[in-house]
C-alpha cells in the first residue's frame, strides 16, 4: 500500500517540507530508498527496521520503495527516521492511522526505539501553518523550542512506542497547544557577567565601550598584554539592553539549527544577547558558517549580540575578510551546488589586540623590542577596508599598579546599562517605519539625514574627515557614531563636539 508522511528538512536556516512516499508491496522482500538522501538518510533503514521491531512490529517481507520529495533536494540528517518509520508501519498494514496527513513527523530513532532530538526544531515550528490540521510530533528533548511558537499544535514523545500508541488511539488529548514564550523563563537565566565596577580607572575605554553599546558600533580595543582588554570586552554584555522576543526567536532560531543531533541537554532558548568568542585559530567555517552540515557559524551564533575576535592580528587574514560581508549587510550567504545558504549575521563586532608583536610599545615603564618593520607589518594584518568598518578603535592604557588599590565610588555597569537603554529607545523611535534597529545600521544617507548638521557643523565634519584622510564609509560610519553619541545626551541634532570625540575613536587609521 501507498501513503505519504508529511515531514521537513533544513536548508540552512529554512525548514523545507518533505514528504516521505512508502509503498510497500507484496513480491521479492527489498528496499529501494530515493529522492536524494545523503549518508545519515540512507542509514536510517536499519535503525528504523530495528526500532520497529523493538515494538514488537515487523515491516520486513515486503518490497518496499521509499522516495523523499521533492526529489531535488538534498535531505540530510537523521530526522527523517521518525516519519520513515511511520510510513513503514502503515503501508505494512502494521498498524491504521485516522487522518495521518495532519501529522508532520520528525525525529531520530536509536535501535531500541528511543526517539533522539533533533536540530532545528524551531524553524520547522515556525513555518507550520498553526491550526488543527498541522500537528507536529517530535521527540521529548524538542519541546522547549517547539513550545515558543505560540499557537502551534504539538506532541512529544520518549520512544516510538509511545508516538505509535498515540496515533493508534486516535486521543488527541495529547496533543499540546505551545503557549509562546513566556518573560519568567527568561528572566531565570542569569549569567557570570564580570561588573564595570570592577574595572579600576580606564574611563575612556569604558566611555567608548558605553558609546559602542549604545549604537551597537563595531569596537577595536588596542593596548598592552595585561591591561584589562578583554575584562573590558567581557563587561559589555552587562551594558547591552535585553533582547526583543523577536529578537530571542531570531536567534534561538539559529541556535537551534547548531544543535548537535542526539544532544538530549536540555535546550533553553536564547535569552541573554550571545557574546561569542572563537579562538584565533578558528576556520573559515566555523567562523561564517557552510561545512558538510550546512551549519551556522560563530558570526551566525552571534545575531544580535557581540562576537569578539581576541588577539585579532592571530586570524587568519582570510577567514577576517570573510567577516566583511555580514559585518555590512548583516548576513553570511554560503553558496552550494544545491543553492545558496543565507544565515542571518547581525552582531556587534569586538576585538582586541597588542599595539605591536612584543606587546609593549605602548607601555611607558617597559622598552618595546619590535624592529619597525615588524611592528609594520603586525599592523598589516588587520586590512584597511576591515580597519574601516571598525567605527570605535580605542587605545587601553597600561593598568597602573596604584590605581588597583583605588577604592573611589565606580559606576556599575546596570548604571551605564540604563543610559544605553534610553539611546536605544531614540534609536527605535527614530527607526519605527524603518528595516533599522541601531544607528549602526543606517545606510550612510540616512547617517546624514539623521545627523541633522547646521552648514558649519557639516563644513567641521568634512575637512576633519579629509585631514584624517577618511575614506566615503569611513566618514558616514563616524557620523553615525556622532548620531549615538549626540542619543546619548537626547540631542536633537549633532554638533562639532560629538563629531571630534567619533573622530577621536579612529585612531587607527
Ligand atoms: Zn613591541
Known sequence: MFHRIRSYCLFGIKAVPVSVEVDASQGLPGFTLVGLPDNAVRESRERVVSAIRSIGKVVTGFRTTVNLSPADLRKEGSALDLPLAIGMLVSTGEICVEGIERFVFVGELSLDGLLKPVRGVLSIAMSLPRDDKNILVIPRANASEASLVEGLRYACFDTLGECVEFLESGNLELVAIAKGMSREDCSAVSRDIPDFRNVVGMEGVKRALEVAAAGSHNFLLVGSPGAGKTLC???????????????????TRIHSCARRAGDSSG???????????????????????GGSRLSPGEASLAHNGVL?????????????????????????????????????????????????????????????????????????????????????????????????????????????????????????????????????????????????????????????????????????????????????????????????????YRTMN
Open 233 to 251: 570586552a567581557r563587561c559589555l554584555p552587562g551594558i547591552l539592553p535585553d533582547m526583543t522576543d523577536e529578537e530571542i526567536l531570531e536567534t
Open 308 to 504: 569578539f575576535l581576541d588577539e585579532l592580528p592571530e586570524f587568519n587574514r582570510s577567514v577576517l575578510e570573510a567577516l566583511r560581508e555580514p559585518m555590512e549587510d548583516g548576513f553570511i550567504s554560503v553558496s552550494r551546488a544545491s543553492g545558496t545558504v543565507v544565515w542571518p549575521a547581525r552582531f556587534m563586532m569586538g576585538a582586541a589586540m597588542n599595539p605591536c608583536p612584543c606587546g609593549f610599545s605602548m607601555d611607558p615603564k617597559r622598552v618595546c623590542t619590535c624592529l619597525p618593520d615588524a611592528r609594520k607589518r603586525y599592523r598589516e594584518k588587520i586590512s584597511g577596508p576591515l580597519l574601516d568598518r571598525i567605527d570605535i578603535q580605542v587605545s587601553v592604557p597600561p593598568m597602573e599598579a596604584g590605581a588597583l588599590v583605588d577604592n573611589g565610588r565606580r559606576e556599575s555597569s546596570a548604571d551605564i546599562r540604563k543610559r544605553v537603554c534610553a539611546a536605544r529607545a531614540i534609536q527605535r523611535r527614530r527607526f519605527a517605519d524603518l528595516p533599522f534597529k541601531s544607528n549602526a545600521e543606517m545606510t550612510s544617507e540616512y547617517a546624514k539625514k539623521f545627523a541633522g548638521m547646521s552648514p558649519e557643523v557639516e563644513r567641521f565634519a568634512v575637512s576633519a574627515a579629509d585631514n584624517m584622510n577618511l575614506s566615503a564609509r569611513g566618514f558616514y560610519r563616524m557620523l553615525k557614531v556622532s548620531r549615538t553619541i549626540a542619543d546619548m545626551k537626547s540631542a536633537e541634532n549633532v554638533e562639532i563636539e560629538d563629531i571630534s570625540e567619533a573622530l577621536r
Open 267 to 289: 535546550f533553553r532558548p536564547v535569552v541573554n544577547r550571545p557574546f561569542r568568542t572563537p579562538h584565533h585559530s578558528a576556520s573559515m567555517v566555523s567562523l561564517v558558517g
